[in-house]
């Protein structure tokens, strides 16, 4: 079944200790990212990734970390966790669209997180 | 950072009504996607489209890329219960980035 799988589910964590949000993805896509989702602000993007070690700001970066050492794995990294990252954050893989047409993406489950 | 502009913010309707949503941009976009997400799950891609004009059915949804590029729409007709959720529009900006930009999202409510 071609799923994107995120881990944990939900997490609550205390400020400036270090946490990961783990991605996966088995359908072989080259395209991954992370969004952030606030009441009133919709879904933003924090990075995305086009291919393995390639990896670049999206909209929201500022506080976050990613690495991208395999396909199939788009990590989240928080070095030093605030209260304003309190959010629920997704993550999302594709084929490398540039538009062509016909691509599909999906997300994963969602990771709900509370910084104290 | 940019957000689109995604009207209405909710819409309260009866079960068979016709539904329709927009989102507009200042900046020119080649890509516009549109999303529904059910409570506690991720977004699903409903439609995506890739040209200023096209227009595109997945069922009883349709949706239009505005020929300016600055604009998308998103009908659903004769509505079900199970539509309830929030639908997301998002757009790619042209020049090759693999940036989205994410409406705020509608808020769609089907009394029986």
């Known amino acids: 079944e071609a799923q994107v799988t995120q881990n944990p589910r939900y997490l609550i964590t205390v400020t400036g200790k270090k946490l990961t949000v783990t991605c996966s993805q088995n359908m072989n896509h080259e395209y991954m990212s992370w969004y952030r989702q606030d009441p009133g602000l919709g879904l933003r993007q924090i990075y995305y990734s086009m291919n393995v070690e390639v990896t670049d700001k999206g909209d929201v970066p500022e506080g976050y970390k990613v690495s991208r050492k395999e396909k199939r794995n788009f990590p989240l990294i928080l070095e030093s966790p605030s209260p304003n990252q309190t959010s629920l954050y997704f993550c999302?893989?594709?084929?490398?669209?540039f538009g062509t047409g016909g691509e599909t993406q999906y997300f994963g489950p969602g990771t709900r997180l509370l910084v104290l | 950072g940019q957000q689109l502009n995604q009207s209405p913010q909710s819409m309260f309707i009866q079960e068979g009504e016709d539904v329709s949503m927009n989102c507009t941009s200042s900046?020119?976009?080649?890509?516009w996607l549109w999303y529904k997400q059910d409570p506690g799950e991720g977004p699903v891609l409903l439609i995506a489209l890739y040209k200023a004009g096209e227009l595109t059915s997945n069922g009883r949804l349709t949706a239009q890329f505005g020929i300016t590029r600055k604009d998308s729409f998103l009908n659903i007709s004769a509505s079900i219960p199970s539509d309830v959720g929030i639908y997301f529009c998002?757009?790619?900006?042209?020049?090759?980035?693999?940036?989205?930009?994410f409406g705020k999202g509608t808020k769609l409510t089907v009394n029986p």
């Open positions: 999302a893989s594709s084929h490398r669209p």
């Open positions: 900046s020119i976009f080649n890509t």
């Open positions: 998002a757009g790619r900006r042209s020049g090759g980035s693999e940036k989205l930009v």
